[in-house]
């Protein structure tokens, strides 16, 4: 039975970090856990209960660090991040590059193969959209990455022009990543998820096309 909370005033936070080194042990173990639960079971399934049986700790264990299920999700989706941001600023930063669809498309191939190369990312990602509680983190994460790209295009990057970098990044992300949840969920078909993926980069290429050449 998947878990269940109010959707106000959950706290998504995991609590304080560890002083010691098997705590940080215990807590990478536990999120280990989660991960393996998610990309094998899928996240309906989980629970904290299923998440200490999978590590091999007490429940007490998990929610000595996490105070609900949704923390642990929040804990892999921030991770999920700070590796997209590693990847979106390799490519978006490289300064020999000037062709926007290289740069543009070459960050979103990036985050697929990350999210393809990490299925938990995917599942937890996925999650976001029918979990009330994890609803705000998505929203984070598209605006963290529409930034990205109106800041770039407020500069005249790309050769942006004839349009609202903030609106035109907005609806960019907010494209990309509803069509990532489905290409995700047929990833078990990796003929029609690629389909999918190269359906989604001609979209937005007519998309941007207009502002960006």
């Given amino acids: 039975m998947n878990e269940r909370a109010p959707t106000e005033n959950v706290d998504l936070g995991r609590r304080a970090a560890p002083r010691q080194k098997r705590s940080q042990e215990r807590i990478n173990t536990i999120v280990a856990a989660t991960k393996y639960l998610l990309e094998h079971d899928g996240a309906d399934a989980i629970t904290t209960s299923s998440v ?23 804990t892999i989706l921030d991770e999920f991040m700070l590796e997209a941001e590693a ?34 990312y995917g599942a937890v990602f996925q999650l976001t959209l029918t979990t009330p509680e994890l609803r705000v983190v998505r929203e984070r994460w598209n605006l963290r990455l529409a930034a990205v790209l109106s800041h770039r295009w407020h500069k005249g990057m790309d050769g942006f022009h004839d349009g609202d ?6 609806l960019t992300v907010e494209f990309y990543c509803a069509a990532e949840v489905l290409i995700f969920a047929t990833r078990d078909r990796p003929e029609q998820a690629e ?17 960006l050449d």
């Fill in 165 to 170: 970098p903030e609106v035109v990044a907005r």
């Fill in 52 to 74: 200490a049986a999978q590590a091999g700790v007490p429940v007490s264990s998990v929610y000595r660090y996490f105070p609900n299920i949704y923390a642990l999700h929040c």
């Fill in 87 to 120: 990847i979106i600023s390799a490519i978006l930063e490289d300064p020999e590059e000037q062709d926007w669809r290289i740069s543009v498309f070459g960050m979103l191939n990036g985050l697929r193969q990350l999210v393809a190369g990490t299925p938990s």
């Fill in 195 to 211: 389909t999918y993926f190269n359906e989604t980069l001609m979209a937005l290429q007519r998309y941007l096309a207009p502002y």
